[in-house]
């Protein structure tokens, strides 16, 4: 399950380093230089990374970057998945995380915006209610999100809890949740 990277910034620079498809992710070709100069950018005060380990490599990532200023920000998201790890449910997972963040952080909406040919992208942000819109060659997928619950704190909670006995344990996050269940 994903969970919060919190100032693990070098995890995220290694997964987007691997990333091959950096056109989809950052709507343009980008080097090893220019993700590095990214990294180093992100405004942390602001910035949510989300991680999906799988073995103990990171796989995937969520950015939730909010915008500062009104009573009810928006957000943006941008999701990285390695090819390798795609279609096996990473990104719905991610990007389901980074929602309730932004939902327990009074998000108004989130955007995420992507090339026109991240059909991907824009089928799993569908999945989550998005209005999307189209131009030339990008395309602005929003959602908008309901007010925080004591459901969604929780739910937020329990995340972060499992994250962190999975991590000390070093247990697979799926094997954790299943011993849950069974209880």
């Known amino acids: 399950d994903p969970h919060a990277l919190g100032g693990e910034v070098d995890h995220a620079v290694g997964e987007l380093e691997r990333y091959r498809d950096r056109r989809l992710r950052f709507c343009r070709p980008a080097s090893d230089d220019d ?45 990285s998945v390695e090819r390798h790890h795609q279609c096996l449910g990473i990104g719905t997972q991610l990007l389901r995380r980074a929602l309730l963040l932004a939902q327990n952080r009074f998000c108004d909406t989130v955007f995420l915006l992507s ?38 704190l929780f739910e937020e909670a329990a995340g972060d809890g499992q994250a962190v006995v999975a991590a000390v344990f070093e247990l697979p996050a799926r094997q954790l949740a299943a011993a849950a269940e069974r209880v």
Not at 47 to 64: F, M, N, P, S, Y
Not at 140 to 150: F, Q, V
């Open 35 to 79: 993700i590095h100069r990214y990294c180093t950018r992100i405004d942390r005060m602001h910035t949510t990374l989300i991680g999906c380990v799988c073995d103990g490599t990171l796989r995937g990532v969520a950015e939730l970057v909010q915008s500062p200023g009104d009573t009810r920000p928006g957000a943006e998201i941008a999701l």
């Open 115 to 152: 090339l026109r040919e991240n059909r991907r992208l824009r089928r799993l942000a569908a999945r989550f209610g998005a209005q999307i819109t189209a131009s030339d060659d990008t395309a602005e997928s929003h959602i908008r999100l309901p007010w925080p619950s004591c459901l969604s």
